[in-house]
């Protein structure tokens, strides 16, 4: 008599189990879909799938953290250097305007006369108030740099943030990825 793969798979059984485990094959192969290959079939299908998306979701976090850093990147550069430029601008604006007031005081102070120190005194007197103009706007200059800088912090601030979360995001989905794994493992003991 040849043996059959099953009689090689009995072999050494006693013969209720070999009863036993021709019941379970039977039983097994009868094609109804709640069988054991075909869900076998369907849970690892649903598996390779699950797992065939895995790879995407870090891909997909890190292009678009990296999109996010290089926006943020430009958006603190653009508002860095426009405060800047805007910070240079009035500081050549007010040498500029002091340049002139005092060029054009000491005009004035040459072709005046010495005796006519009354006029003289008016005049330094309306020089001084140029003067507290001048620092009038050289605070408002400060003032303008310290708001700039409040938003560069408040940028900072948001970069700060959302590289956290960034970093948070990531932590959660490599814990849910070795959650799965971990369960795939049972599975694959069980």
Known sequence: MIDTDFDLLCEGMN???????????????SGDENSFPVQLALLTKAQ?????????????????WQQDQASHRARFSEIFNSAMDDARRL????KKLLDAVQAD???????????????MDGRL????????GYNDVINGVAHQICSKTLELE??????????KEGADSWNRAKSDFNMARMKYKQLKKG
Not at 16 to 23: D, H, I, S
Not at 154 to 163: E, M, N, P, W, Y
């Open 15 to 29: 013969p209720t189990e070999a009863k036993r485990l021709r019941k379970i094959l039977a039983e097994w192969c």
């Open 91 to 94: 500081a050549s604006d007010s």
């Open 105 to 119: 005081h000491r005009r004035q102070i040459a072709a005046q006369s010495q005796s006519a120190t009354e006029a």
């Open 125 to 132: 007197k309306k020089f001084d108030m140029t003067l507290l």
């Open 154 to 163: 408040s940028v900072s601030k948001d970069i700060h943030d959302q590289l």
């Open 48 to 64: 390779w799938r699950a797992v065939a998306h895995l790879p995407h979701v870090p891909r997909d976090s890190q292009i678009q």
